[in-house]
């Protein structure tokens, strides 16, 4: 009987990139067409308002939604393609590109970690409203920054010395989930007496 073997990171890291890529672009997908439907007829009412706290319009149609003067979701299409396309070269085999690519992508994931910081505090205390596919794009650009802050520490992408370095390259999965627990703290105390009302 074949011995099971743990993945090695290496091996994590391409699935990492690619279903996270696919779910992020479906999901930037889906609110760029529920922003269109909004901008067409303000009456439309979509797919992801459940109730009165999970309720899409008012995050779709905030100022926030649009920070650079056009729909957020277009920078979710484009990004979230990028890391499909590099989770799909990996899988083809292409572990020798230059320290610049791995430097572009790591500052393109640290855009979206913090593009989100922004967009959660806005949505908690700004708008007050949560946005289910927002929420899914969330969820996945956590685990690629992280995971990929992770690979470049080890392939020496980037130098980062000492206790630090080996933490950051050796914890990824620790990391995430310390960001899902913050998250999920912020979102249950911003909204408790909603979900206390639920029981």
């Known amino acids: 009987m074949k011995k ?27 609110l760029t067409v529920e922003k269109i439907n909004l901008a067409a007829n303000p009456d439309y009412v979509p ?12 995050v779709i149609g905030s100022d926030q ?11 979710g299409i484009a990004g979230f393609a990028m890391v499909w396309a590099v989770g799909m070269m ?4 292409a572990t020798k590109l230059k320290k610049w690519f791995w430097w572009c992508f790591q500052a393109g994931s640290l855009f979206g ?20 596919y927002c929420m899914i794009v969330w969820a996945i650009t956590i685990p690629i920054f992280w ?15 000492g206790r630090a370095g080996t933490f950051l390259a050796n914890n990824a999965g620790k990391l995430i989930a310390i960001t899902y627990l913050i998250l ?9 007496d909603y979900w206390y009302s639920l029981i």
């Open 4 to 30: 099971f073997t743990k993945p090695s990171f290496k091996q994590v890291f391409p699935w990492v990139l690619t279903i996270g890529g696919i779910i992020g672009l479906l999901s930037a997908g889906i």
């Open 47 to 58: 797919s992801c308002s459940l109730s009165p706290v999970v309720a899409c319009s008012p």
């Open 65 to 75: 939604a649009s920070a650079f003067g056009f729909p957020n979701p277009f920078i």
């Open 90 to 93: 990996l899988f083809a085999g």
């Open 113 to 132: 970690m913090l593009f989100i910081a922004w967009l959660i505090n806005a949505a908690l205390y700004d708008i007050g409203k949560l946005c289910i």
């Open 147 to 161: 995971t990929t802050l992770a690979y470049n520490v080890q392939e020496k992408n980037i130098a980062i010395k």
């Open 184 to 192: 999920i703290l912020l979102i249950f105390f911003r909204f408790q």
